[in-house]
């Protein structure tokens, strides 16, 4: 399977130095029936070591926390991790509502403890055409799912990113897309195991800019469709509004697939650029694979659709 | 000539402050993107500065400045050649296929790539030599700068994805700037002028 737990030996003591983690700041990691504390301490857990991001190195903490896309916050790569510091996490509420049958607004400890956090390294790839590997610490968004115990009529889950213009003030002109940012999965999609609700990064809180306290990684798909910093998770009928397919539905459309066979009007996804920090200009270009290099799990979710038009 | 020194010092400026930033590391993760991005601006900058030459001369009577026109002009086509190399160069490798692609199937590229192409002629008889060889020729020719500017500024709204702000400001000084010239205001500003030296461009 998909995960991987890191060892302590991966990762340089400077990172694992629990700073301000969640352990000291909302204890809930401590609450999480044993997991919790072992892994954080990088100790085996039990968990299968296939890694599904090959053997590619995780990028570097610095990588991961300076260069992001999180308009909120600002439009340059820079700018998130200037100014998310403004973003309040605690404390975080996350309204649960639409088709199910346990509707409510969960204290983000309650939302989270009755899952066992694991760590995995996934490839993220941006529709822009870079793209970095990761280790997150999270849990299935399938254990969500199943707790909301979700009504059969329900088939898709649309997600809303928190939009506080105090926290998140705005610079400069308003930008044209719509707030708050909107995203969705199929319900199908959202109950795979390769979907992950995240609460860390290299086994520390995830910091503001990468979208704090919580945020969707989907793997397969381009980066903006793993939403950030959620407050509302809605199970629904019809395909929800997202927002950048609203925007621009010739450039995005609601599946946003890693698929280097789509053609995209402003960027070729033949290729991406690896962040890496050893190279002269940042970065090594590498063919992009189809669903990110996750075919073999997900594929099976598009039988008989054609990709090119449900793009 | 203070004027030309200034204009000198601003038009390098930018290229000093991406060579020291790419050797100190502090262009953000892709300096590339940084290059093409930082490039790309001052491009559009001194395309606009070029145009506003003749009609702030007109409103000020302040003729000399008519002298750094060609200067205004070179800078703008080195900003954008520089803009286009770091593209075509770092980021493409220079792969003929790659770069034609995205001139045929990106719109914004196509719009920045015509831009360009509009400005090589004006570069290239831009000296002394060849206004004197194509004399009234030379100012039909060098009309092709309003083309290029209100290319290279549709290049960068096609480009941009959600903050408007700076391509519609572009668009806007483009826009005053030509009804600046036009036969209906001209005469307004032409008003008190002595010399003969409105050209255009
Ligand atoms: C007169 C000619 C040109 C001007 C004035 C110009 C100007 C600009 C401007 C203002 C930007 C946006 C910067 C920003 O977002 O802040 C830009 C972006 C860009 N231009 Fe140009 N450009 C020109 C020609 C070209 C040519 C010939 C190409 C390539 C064939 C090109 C490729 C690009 C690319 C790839 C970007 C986007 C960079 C990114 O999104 O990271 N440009 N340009």
Request: net charge positive.
């Amino acid at each position: 399977m998909v995960i991987r737990v890191r060892r302590s030996s991966q990762v340089p003591s400077s990172e694992i130095t629990p700073e301000s983690t969640y352990l000291d700041r909302r204890k809930f990691l401590g609450a999480t029936a044993g997991i919790g504390a072992a892994t954080f301490l990088g100790r085996g857990v039990a968990a299968e070591e296939t890694p599904t991001h090959g053997d590619e190195e995780p990028n570097s903490w610095e990588e991961i926390t300076t260069h992001n896309n999180f308009y909120e916050f600002g439009l340059g790569k820079e700018d998130p991790s200037r100014n998310a510091h403004t973003l309040v996490t605690e404390p975080w509420t996350v309204r649960v509502d639409g088709l199910c049958a346990k509707p409510g607004d969960y204290a983000l400890e309650d939302f989270i403890r009755p899952s066992t956090l694991e760590d995995r390294v996934y490839r993220l790839r941006c529709v822009e055409g870079w793209s970095m590997v990761i280790p997150w610490r999270g849990f299935p968004l399938a254990d969500v799912i199943r707790r909301a115990e979700v009504e059969p009529r329900a088939r898709y889950v649309a997600f809303e990113t928190l939009w506080d213009p105090d926290q998140m003030p705005e610079r400069g002109w308003k930008p044209r897309i719509g707030w708050p940012y909107r995203e969705g999965l199929r319900l199908d999609e959202a109950l795979h195991p390769l979907s992950f609700l995240v609460v860390g990064l290299y086994g520390k809180t995830l910091p503001n800019q990468n979208g704090a306290p919580l945020r969707l990684v989907v793997p397969w798909k381009y980066g903006f469709k793993s939403i950030k910093s959620i407050v509302r998770m809605s199970f629904v009928r019809d395909q929800p509004r997202t927002t950048w397919s609203s925007d621009s539905p010739r450039e995005y459309g609601f599946y946003s697939n890693v698929n280097p066979e789509v053609r995209h009007p402003r960027w070729s996804q033949a290729t991406e650029k690896r962040i890496d920090g050893g190279r002269l200009f940042g970065y090594r270009r590498i063919d992009t694979q189809f669903l990110n290099g996750y075919a073999d799990e997900v594929a099976h979710l598009y039988e008989g659709m054609d990709l090119r038009k449900h793009f | 000539m203070v004027l030309k020194g200034a204009i000198w010092a601003v038009g390098l400026a930018p290229v000093a402050y991406l060579i020291v930033g790419f050797v100190r590391g502090s262009l953000g993760l892709l300096p590339v993107d940084t290059i093409i991005l930082v490039e790309g601006r001052w491009a559009l900058v001194f395309l606009l500065a070029t145009l506003a030459v003749t009609p702030i001369r007109r409103l000020t009577r302040w003729n000399r400045l008519a002298r750094a026109r060609r200067l205004l002009g070179l800078f703008a086509f080195f900003h954008a050649s520089v803009h286009f190399l770091a593209y075509a160069g770092i980021d493409k490798l220079f792969g003929l296929v790659a770069i034609l692609e995205d001139v045929r199937d990106r719109r914004y590229i196509t719009a920045g790539m015509a831009a360009l192409l509009l400005l090589v002629p004006l570069a290239g008889t831009s000296t002394r030599g060849w206004i004197r060889r194509l004399g009234k020729r030379w100012l039909k020719l060098h009309r092709l700068v309003y083309p290029a500017a209100a290319l290279g500024v549709l290049h960068f709204y096609w480009k941009v994805r959600a903050d408007t702000f700076w391509p519609l400001l572009a668009a806007l000084t483009l826009a005053v700037l030509l009804a600046a010239r036009s036969p209906a205001m001209a005469p307004r500003l032409r008003r008190g002028q002595r010399s003969p030296g409105g050209k255009a461009g």
